[in-house]
């Protein structure tokens, strides 16, 4: 059963036509600061299966294998995930100085849970970002810590030595960072070990591009088209993006409701959605500022805004896909300081990247890759979303406030929304009718392939 589970999510990883995973990412901790625990959990992925307008939404992006307030223990998002049948993209955090209780948590993990954590799992991330905040868009943001590409290459070897012969033998492995760092030669090393390419991108934050919603759907295809380029056919998920529907202007980009109905239609249902793998940011952050919360104050399945995608027209499907071979979506480099804080909106342009690389610059698979999107990245100010005056290094997983003081080794959780803004959101949710999105026929063959194969 182990090898069956494990070829089918390897299948799914690499073929664009298998029926692509949908959820959201979920931090380690409460907007209070307070350690997420199995029941908190438990109502965040129930809330999220049963969404008005997207109840296909059954898939958990983590951003750490340890428990809040804890050394080394597993975090208890998964017998949460268990316990309502959630399939997981596991992460482990790489910066800073605990990637060994990273390590020791999912080797107890797979110790406890065994096959039951083997039959959700579909991918593992090493790190989120961490290429990014070592660069010097990302030093000169003050992003936080990050980590270079042969110890992040060093860590995914770790990561498939403690996997290998286990629940989890044959697990995707990837890494999350911006296309901005993907596209940088100097980490082409990390392409080479990965399974997939992991991207966070955010149009919202792009300030000195023309960043409207009206150009969201463009500018994300601009910056997926650059990490395709580089990927060497490898497939890539998009780990982060969305729109917030409250918080402070930032270029064009308006927060709202309507605009974040309007990014979910053109980005999620138009290029993502059943042909990527794709976590939505995110489901619930009420109080942050932006505030990217499907749904409010209330953890209730009826959200801001309506969810039911539109009709998909016959050229919607071949417009995107998770290969170097196609023209898609999503460019933002982040200057996030935490696992799940949406980035900043430090964008260098396209050709000012081999300026930045130490490496060669040689594109991989530039054979096969599709030419960028005809949309310009430019060059963009550094602004850490959350606070754009905070000079401390805070504490993974955490929206900085400029009261706080945030140290790596400090008690805070990776995944954490961080410190809640003053005033709250006046959303209204929607109260509209509900739909699912089916998977494709091709996805379905392809799985029930790979259980053939596994044989």
């Known amino acids: 059963m182990k090898a069956v589970t494990n070829a089918v999510a390897l299948a799914m990883a690499v073929s664009p036509a298998a029926a692509a995973y949908k959820g959201f990412n979920y931090g380690a901790t409460n907007d209070d600061g307070s350690a997420r625990q199995q029941s908190d959990f438990e109502a965040q992925f129930e809330t999220a299966k049963g969404l008005v307008g997207a109840e296909d939404f059954t898939s958990a992006r983590l951003y750490t294998m340890v428990q809040g307030d804890t050394t080394n223990t597993p975090i208890s998002a998964i017998p949460a995930a268990i316990a309502q049948n959630v399939t997981l993209l596991l992460g482990l955090w790489a910066s800073g100085d605990t990637f060994d209780n990273e390590v020791a948590a999912l080797q107890s993990a797979i110790s406890t849970y065994g096959d039951e954590l083997g039959s959700l799992v ?59 760092a993907w596209a940088n030669s100097s980490n082409s090393a990390v392409i080479d070990v990965v399974d997939w390419l992991g991207l966070d991108a955010y149009p919202f934050f792009q300030n000195t591009d023309s960043n409207s919603i009206s150009n969201g759907k463009s500018l994300f295809q601009a910056g997926m088209d650059q990490v395709n380029a580089v990927a060497g056919g490898k497939p890539l998920w998009v780990t982060e993006t969305g729109w917030p529907v409250t918080g402070t202007q930032q270029g064009l980009a308006i927060a709202s409701a309507d605009n974040a109905k309007t990014y979910w239609d053109d980005v999620g249902c138009g290029l993502l959605f059943d042909n990527v793998n794709t976590y939505w940011y995110i489901l619930q952050d009420y109080g942050a500022s932006p505030s990217f919360g499907v749904v409010g104050s209330e953890l209730t399945t009826t959200p801001l805004y309506n969810l039911t995608c539109p009709a998909v027209s016959t050229s919607t499907s071949s417009s995107v896909s998770s290969t170097a071979t196609a023209t898609s979506s999503v460019g933002s480099s982040t200057g996030t300081v935490s696992p799940s804080n949406p980035p900043s909106s430090s964008l260098p342009s396209a050709s000012s990247l081999s300026s930045q690389s130490s490496g060669s610059d040689k594109t991989p698979g530039s054979a096969t890759s599709a030419s960028p999107s005809s949309v310009t990245l430019s060059a963009s100010s550094s602004v850490t979303p959350g606070s754009a005056t905070v ?48 998977a494709s026929v091709t996805g379905i063959v392809a799985a029930i392939f790979a259980l053939v194969v596994a044989f």
Do not use: C, F
């Open 391 to 438: 000079t401390s290094t805070p504490t993974p997983g955490v929206i900085p406030s400029n009261s706080t003081v945030y140290t790596p080794s400090g008690a805070t959780t990776p995944g954490s929304t961080g410190t809640k803004a003053t005033s709250s959101p006046t959303v209204s949710p929607y109260t509209g009718g509900a739909s699912s999105v089916s």
């Open 122 to 180: 579909v991918g593992i991330s090493v790190g989120s970002e961490d290429l990014y905040r070592n660069s010097v868009a990302g030093i000169e943001a003050d992003a936080g810590i990050g980590k270079n590409p042969s110890t992040i290459v060093d860590d995914i070897k770790t990561v498939r030595s403690t996997i290998s012969g286990t629940a989890l033998d044959g697990v995707p492995v990837g890494h999350v960072d911006t296309w901005t």
